[in-house]
């Protein structure tokens, strides 16, 4: 791996004798690693190793091809680089109280620590995911859909779009677009793109995004700023500025010595020499609390479309689960939207301030008498555990998420769940003669599969 020579010369100079160990890293394969879907439970993998700082995280030995896991489409676990994963231990010192929280993930696609968060949140949180690059939303989506918490939701928007919203989060995490260099055995692209003018740009767009998230955060908050980079223009100088001009305080996490993480003193360093991870930076934040706690704005009633009338409400029951206070809407597709009751009124905030947002979970929608439910729904946690479901073994699952029409001699006709392992996939109808695969185009399997 050749390194650019101002890139070395950087690191030699903040890491003085162990720039070696280091460059050897850099040379070493990076480890896999996973996080389990605790509202998709399956087993931990037999062979994998426990990662300290997330109790619900594994390294793998070897990378296994994970489009060929009916899991992973499933969205029972994500695929996620070990540092970063850190951040559900700093979201467990900086929020020890089960109360409801409003979180920001401002820079989410494509929503690796959405779905961390999602799996932390308190009953009755909201979380919204936000993409600003209008082409890397659908992976955001597609992510929080597999994912299929209902009070996790998405937007398309700017980060100065959410200027109304001043002190409305109580956990805002800016996971800045930087330099990568935390990323370079992973992506060597991102090593070639790599020179001290890009440092500086990321530094001045790291500073634009922090001057509009630090206002979003109430008082008593948290912001939590992360890069996946080293140096200090990235990491210090950002901290820094958010503790001089923006009322932040810097919060110290008890970090045990054996996990080699390094205290710099305004935040915490992950080195790929140190610890089995890639390169990553986290500072949290709390916003000192002089000011009163509460929001000010009035709410109108939300604007999210028709009721659902009494009937087709009662349809419904039989596709969502019973135990959940939803509220269904009818929006202008004629899709039906449904939403956690107590999140009316955040919601009714959020969609006034931010018209590209994505506000609740797509069911289906009615065709005549038909009900023809969506994809999200199926891979939903609203779901109906009444459904029936085809249980499908490996070879006729990956054929289904290859949409391939399967044959399945002993299915009942109608509308069915293709699963795996107990785990949904998406929807199939069956009928007399043949079976339809309802999975979106989009979220088909590309590759051939090889023959076991
Ligand atoms: N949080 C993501 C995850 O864990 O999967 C990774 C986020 S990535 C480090 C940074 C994100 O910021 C990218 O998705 C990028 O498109 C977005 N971004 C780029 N320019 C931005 C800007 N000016 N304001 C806000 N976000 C920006």
């Given at each position: 791996?050749?390194?650019?020579?101002?890139?070395?010369?950087?690191?030699?100079?903040?890491?003085?004798?162990?720039?070696?160990?280091?460059?050897?890293?850099?040379?070493?394969?990076?480890?896999?690693?996973?996080?389990?879907?605790?509202?998709?439970?399956?087993?931990?993998?037999?062979?994998?190793?426990?990662?300290?700082?997330?109790?619900?995280?594994?390294?793998?030995?070897?990378?296994?091809?994970?489009?060929?896991?009916?899991l992973f489409h499933a969205g029972c676990y994500y695929v996620q680089?070990?540092?970063?994963?850190?951040?559900?231990?700093?979201?467990?010192?900086?929020?020890?109280?089960?109360?409801p929280l409003r979180v920001l993930d401002l820079c989410a696609a494509p929503g690796g620590k959405t779905t961390?968060?999602?799996?932390?949140?308190?009953?009755?949180?909201?979380?919204?995911?936000?993409?600003?690059?209008?082409?890397?939303?659908?992976?955001?989506?597609?992510?929080?859909?597999?994912?299929?918490?209902?009070?996790?939701?998405?937007?398309?928007?700017?980060?100065?779009?959410?200027?109304?919203?001043?002190?409305?989060?109580?956990?805002?995490?800016v996971d800045?677009?930087?330099?990568?260099?935390?990323?370079?055995?992973?992506?060597?692209?991102?090593?070639?793109?790599w020179s001290r003018s890009n440092v500086q740009l990321c530094h001045r767009r790291q500073q634009r995004i922090?001057?509009?998230?630090?206002?979003?955060?109430?008082?008593g908050g948290v912001l939590m700023y992360s890069t996946c980079t080293y140096n200090t223009a990235e990491n210090r100088d950002n901290v820094k500025s958010l503790t001089q001009d923006d009322a932040f305080t810097l919060t110290p996490l008890s970090v045990p010595k054996d996990w080699g993480i390094v205290?710099?003193?305004?935040?915490?360093?992950?080195?790929?020499?140190?610890?089995?991870?890639?390169?990553?930076?986290?500072?949290?934040?709390?916003?000192?609390?002089?000011e009163s706690a509460s929001f000010s704005r009035k709410t109108k009633p939300a604007n999210l479309g028709q009721r659902v009338p009494r009937k087709q409400?009662?349809?419904?029951?039989?596709?969502?689960?019973?135990?959940?206070?939803?509220?269904?809407f009818q929006n202008d597709r004629g899709h039906i939207i449904a939403v956690l009751e107590h999140q009316l009124e955040d919601l009714a905030i959020l969609t006034t301030t931010l018209p590209r947002m994505h506000w609740g979970k797509p069911l289906g929608e009615f065709k005549r008498q038909d009900f023809i439910p969506r994809h999200e729904l199926a891979l939903s946690t609203l779901l109906s555990?009444?459904?029936?479901?085809?249980?499908?073994?490996?070879?006729?699952?990956?054929?289904?998420?290859?949409?391939?029409?399967?044959?399945?001699?002993?299915?009942?006709p109608g509308w069915q769940l293709a699963s795996y392992e107990g785990h949904t996939l998406g929807w199939l109808k069956v009928l007399p003669r043949r079976i339809n695969n309802y999975l979106p185009k989009m979220w088909r399997i590309r590759m051939d599969i090889p023959s076991r």
């Open positions: 791996m050749t390194i650019p020579a101002d890139f070395a010369q950087q690191m030699e100079a903040q890491l003085g004798a162990e720039w070696p160990a280091f460059q050897a890293a850099l040379d070493s394969p990076a480890p896999v690693s996973i996080r389990l879907n605790t509202a998709k439970p399956i087993h931990p993998p037999a062979d994998g190793e426990a990662i300290p700082w997330h109790r619900n995280a594994y390294y793998l030995p070897k990378r296994p091809i994970f489009t060929l896991d009916p680089e070990a540092s970063s994963m850190f951040i559900a231990e700093a979201f467990r010192q900086c929020f020890p109280e089960e109360r961390l968060l999602a799996s932390l949140l308190p009953p009755k949180s909201l979380l919204l995911a936000n993409e600003v690059i209008k082409t890397r939303y659908p992976i955001l989506r597609q992510n929080v859909i597999k994912w299929g918490q209902a009070e996790v939701y998405t937007s398309q928007h700017d980060p100065a779009d959410f200027a109304a919203l001043e002190g409305w989060f109580d956990l805002v995490l800045a677009p930087c330099s990568g260099e935390g990323l370079f055995r992973k992506d060597p692209q991102a090593m070639s793109e922090l001057k509009t998230a630090a206002p979003l955060v109430r008082p205290d710099t003193g305004w935040g915490y360093q992950f080195y790929p020499h140190r610890l089995r991870g890639e390169g990553f930076f986290l500072a949290c934040l709390r916003k000192e609390s002089s409400k009662e349809q419904l029951q039989a596709w969502i689960r019973a135990d959940l206070p939803l509220q269904c555990p009444q459904i029936e479901r085809l249980a499908l073994d490996h070879t006729t699952a990956l054929q289904y998420l290859k949409r391939e029409n399967i044959q399945w001699p002993t299915a009942h």
